[in-house]
């Protein structure tokens, strides 16, 4: 199985609430990287979290991570239909970060 | 996207042809990388390239090719020993600790 997992797989909201994901993984990481993807698109970067951090924000993203339950969550707040996307969380299995791991995202769809 | 493009969009090959994916950056990243995504899936590394005229297998290197001649340019080469080629294909460069990832395309062998 890879090395990062995504849980939920697929994840329906309506606009204005809150979108939780979470990544399990399963060796150390530095670093723990989001990405999201809309439709037939390539990936956009959306956050790294370090191994020595706990929280990270950016915008109306929170990013935790728990080293020692080896996961992370991706927190969306008051989400709105242009984040309807599907979410991948990475980790790289080499200290020089080339070689990333994705797990199977998580698909989000927002109502309006 | 940005910086980095990939051609073209949708490519159609017969079975038993190779083809070759471009991907062009003019950020003077040295890193670079391709990816192939399969429906409803994450991405698995093909190959990597941290310098010019260097390239390492990435997991699933079997039936693709690589070369790295100029900095801007890494294409790849999906050869007729690669089984199930039809696929997402993604390219990325590296800048610190994250990669950018470019538009893809999308390889369909009939």
């Known amino acids: 199985s890879q090395q990062g997992e995504e849980d939920p797989q697929a994840l329906s909201i309506q606009e204005g609430e809150n979108a939780t994901m979470n990544c399990s993984y399963k060796?150390?990481?530095?670093?723990l990287q989001w990405y999201r993807q809309n439709s037939g698109r390539g990936l956009v970067h959306l956050i790294l979290i370090r191994s020595n951090e706990r929280e990270k924000h950016s915008g109306r993203l929170r990013v935790t991570l728990d080293t020692s339950k080896k996961s992370s969550s991706l927190l969306i707040t008051a989400s709105r239909a242009a984040d309807t996307a599907s979410y991948f969380c990475a980790t790289a299995k080499d200290n020089a970060g080339n070689m990333l791991t994705f797990g199977g995202g998580t698909r989000l769809m927002v109502k309006p | 996207d940005g910086g980095i493009t990939q051609s073209p969009k949708y490519l159609f090959r017969k079975e038993g042809q190779n083809v070759t994916l471009s991907c062009e950056q003019n950020l003077n990243h040295d890193a670079m990388y391709w990816y192939r995504q399969d429906p409803g899936q994450g991405l698995r590394l093909i190959y990597y390239?941290?310098?010019?005229?260097?390239?390492q297998k990435g997991d699933i290197a079997e039936g693709y090719s690589v070369s790295r001649e100029k900095k801007e340019s890494f294409p790849l080469t999906v050869t007729s020993a690669q089984k199930n080629p039809t696929a997402f294909y993604l390219c990325a460069l590296k800048g610190g600790d994250t990669q950018y990832f470019g538009p893809g395309t999308r390889l369909t062998v009939l």
């Open positions: 390239s941290q310098i010019v005229n260097d390239f």
């Open positions: 060796t150390s990481i530095n670093n």
